[in-house]
């Protein structure tokens, strides 16, 4: 894995994010580095959104800041240009994939299927999105995956919240996963950053005890 990947699984969570003000998007760096969690998905889904990636790059260069819902090249070289240091996309696009990998930038690219999985590994990726998680059979799937998949690695992201986090955590499969619930819009528009801290402070004890070595009795 590169050294992109290698940071997000030792972060375990990757918090998504989509925020509709960049003014906003120093307090939402601040807020996840209080909380323990030096890393954020940036989605294209509000036009704020390579702003807000500037930003935070340009306020917290500790952290770690990638672009998600990415759909297009032109998405991805604007969030090149902003500090994206990683690039995710819901699905399997061969043009951002490649873009990326002509510029050495980290892409996990979304996959749902064995084929979709297949067309990334014929370009040389084995760490992935698995999303939808949850609504594509999530830890069943998975596993069911990584039977003929063993070289392959997950982020799932879709579904995923404090109550199933550590059930995927432990599949040795899982890099990490990608979530929307310690981020919330209105959160950010209701200037409740505590609650961001708050949640990504949970997240991050929850990372702690599922990746804990299991104490066996004598
Ligand atoms: C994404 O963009 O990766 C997902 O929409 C996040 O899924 P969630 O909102 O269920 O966490």
Not at 40 to 56: C, D, L
Not at 108 to 121: D, K, Q, R, S
Not at 178 to 204: N, P, R, Y
Request: glycine share 10%.
């Amino acid at each position: 894995m590169n050294e992109v990947l290698n940071q997000i699984e030792q972060f375990g969570v990757v918090p998504v994010v989509a925020i509709d003000d960049a003014d906003h998007a120093p307090d939402l760096g601040r807020a996840l580095l209080d909380g323990g969690l030096p890393c954020a998905e940036i989605t294209f889904r509000t036009a704020a959104a390579a702003e807000a990636i500037r930003r935070i790059a340009s306020n917290y260069p500790e952290m770690l800041v990638g672009a998600g819902t990415v759909l297009t090249v032109e998405q991805a070289q604007k969030a090149a240009d902003a500090g994206a240091q990683f690039i995710v996309t819901p699905g399997f696009d061969a043009a951002v994939v490649d873009w990326c990998i002509e510029r050495e930038i980290p892409v996990t690219p979304g996959v749902m299927t064995p084929t979709e999985i297949n067309m990334a590994l014929n370009k040389g990726l084995n760490v992935l999105k698995f999303f939808p998680a949850e609504a594509a059979g999530g830890i069943q799937t998975l596993k069911a995956i990584g039977g003929p998949y063993g070289g392959v690695r997950f982020i799932p992201t879709g579904g995923i919240s404090p109550a199933n986090l550590s059930y995927y955590l432990r599949l040795p499969m899982v890099v990490a996963c990608g979530g929307s619930w310690l981020v919330k819009k209105q959160m950010i528009a209701s200037g409740h950053f505590d609650q961001i801290v708050e949640l990504t402070a949970q997240a991050v004890e929850i990372v702690r005890e599922a990746r804990a070595p299991v104490a066996h009795a004598l």
